[in-house]
């Protein structure tokens, strides 16, 4: 079975799991583990901040961003393909009274200028004040898409000028970072904030990173206490995250040259099911027919996918798979998408 779900499937490698056996431990909700803080120091330095908070999942890194810069009944603006406007169970506004409004895209790509023209900037007593703008890079929805820097750049220097605070969710930064030759720093130094999951292409089993300024991340340790996430001996896990900075991120791109591959198979024999030239980073999405039995009928067929939409499939590649293996992948798939039209 080529499992192409997600890039969250990959099971720790030999020695990331020796890493997380011999990492040094203790209590951090007393802020005594050592492998913890090594993390932490690791992160922030690679994302261009003062400080970081290791967090169990992107998703709450993502609510204690964007938590620190929106008081309850504020707003933020995203995306509407966005990670937290559809994957994070409505908890931005469920937990924190937090209101989005969304900006349409093509396939995730940020325009500053669409972003610019819906601020709602002193409003009195009768519209919802942005608060924060949040980008997210690469979009995952969107299809693995790279924000143009360009724009990011405009877009991070209008807000700041505004007062207005910028989350970037970098779940997927390091690949974005892999395509543009761009540091992690150069993104995070654009934002007040920003995530690094540890648990996608890079390999780790567990945990995310957020980065920003001492003070943010110290009243976000509070709130993460507050949500049930402190946790003790977690050295074990960011063990594993910094064995993935070292060992993993410096060959994400080659899960990049894999989605490749496999989309190349697939266009090859059935072109409408995807534009190869829309492929940019390690995700893959397939328009089909009745996607679910699309997905069943290539599960049966040794390739899982996952399905996002009614006619849509997504493939991402990550490094329990080689790149014969996502072409191999991108046979099977083509040849029950063609039997499918
Ligand atoms: C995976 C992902 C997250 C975080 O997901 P968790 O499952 O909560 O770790 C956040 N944003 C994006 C864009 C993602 O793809």
Known sequence: MIDLRSDTLTRP???????MVAAPVGDDVYGEDPTVAELEERAADLLGHESALFCATGSLANLLGIWLHVPPGGEVLCDSLAHIARAEMGAHGALHGVTMRTWASQRGRLVAQDVLSMLALDCGPYLVETSAVEVEDTSN???GTVQDVDEVTRLSGELARLGIARHLDGARLANAAATTGLSLGDYGRLFDTVTLCLSKGLGAPIGTVLAGSAADMARARVQRKRLGG???QAGILAAAGLWALEHNLPRIGLDHASALSFARAVADRVP???DVD???TNVVLLETGDA???ASACEAAG???????????RAVTHLDVTARQCRDAGAV?????SQAL
């Open 141 to 143: 929805f969107g299809g």
């Open 333 to 337: 798939v083509a040849a029950v998408l």
């Open 303 to 313: 390739v899982r996918l996952s399905v996002l939409g009614p006619h849509q499939l």
């Open 13 to 19: 490698s030999a020695g990331m799991l020796a890493a």
């Open 278 to 280: 829309t492929v940019e």
């Open 292 to 294: 679910r039995s699309a």
């Open 230 to 232: 402190g946790w003790r």
């Open 272 to 274: 409408s099911a995807v």
